[in-house]
């Protein structure tokens, strides 16, 4: 694996573990698309280093776990007319 690649998966999962960001708020962040960061923190990572992926991957079961309710608040404040 490329150097460069090595480097912005660890980036990611660093920033995503003392966040506890969502992909789509990690991908933002480091201008790459969502499936780039997913991979990045489910393949590349586990490769890289195993002991973080695990840590990663509870914070990503959270937040599927959390998003219908995102979701539900991001459309109430819609409706009500709140910036989102």
């Given at each position: 694996?490329?150097?460069?690649?090595?480097?912005?998966?660890?980036?990611i999962?660093?920033?995503?573990?003392?966040?506890?960001?969502?992909?789509?708020?990690?991908?933002?962040?480091f201008?790459?698309?969502?499936?780039?960061?997913?991979?990045?923190?489910?393949?590349?990572?586990?490769?890289?280093?195993?002991?973080?992926?695990?840590?990663?991957?509870?914070?990503?079961?959270?937040?599927?776990?959390?998003?219908?309710?995102?979701?539900?608040?991001?459309?109430?404040?819609?409706?009500?007319?709140?910036?989102?």
């Amino acid at each position: 694996m490329r150097d460069y690649i090595e480097e912005r998966v660890l980036e990611i999962a660093g920033y995503i573990l003392e966040n506890g960001a969502t992909v789509r708020q990690a991908a933002k962040q480091f201008g790459v698309c969502k499936s780039t960061v997913h991979k990045d923190v489910t393949l590349r990572l586990q490769q890289i280093r195993p002991d973080i992926a695990d840590s990663i991957q509870q914070v990503l079961q959270l937040n599927k776990a959390e998003r219908h309710l995102r979701g539900g608040a991001a459309t109430h404040r819609k409706y009500k007319g709140e910036a989102l």
